[in-house]
């Protein structure tokens, strides 16, 4: 029979609605897989973007650790409480001004004390494990700490020492780098 109108068959409609139904399911799953691309890397960048801060404010506090840094006593170098602290004189040259690290809880503090009181910075908030290692020569003279951070089952190390520069510029405790 001749079909004068010029319209589909049932069969032929069925066809384009499964080609139409399987390509909308393709590029449902393409835009699916490409939304957590995109949230993984959003969160690489900005634990990326939080380490080079971190690292940036480190260094930044340790560069203004200067000789003799290192000296016995009371005054030297002191891990306290088991790793989770560790307090450093000489901060700007004066004996009596500190600079300590503080692990709490996920976060990482750092907190200056000099003539002008004390202030505290938040370097890290949310890493899974943090660990701080005093660097020392072979004649046991703490030269830098290592810190160790884990994030998302990966470990990022910051090799800071005493006097050094950043490798990024920035600013110390109060400021953004």
Known sequence: MNNREGG????????????????MFMLSGLLSSSTGLFARSRDRILTAVSLI??????????GAVVIPYWEGGTGGVQILQAGEEILIPWYGGIREHTLSFRIEGAGLV??????????QSILMESANRITMTLLEDENQIPRGIDFCFTRSGAAFHSLAYFSCAPLAGGALAGGEP
């Open 8 to 23: 589909f068959t049932i069969p032929e409609i069925l066809t384009g609605l499964c080609v139409t139904s399987i390509c």
């Open 53 to 62: 801060r971190a690292d940036t404010r480190i260094r930044a506090g340790l």
């Open 110 to 119: 750092m907190e200056t004390r000099d003539n002008l009181g004390t202030e």
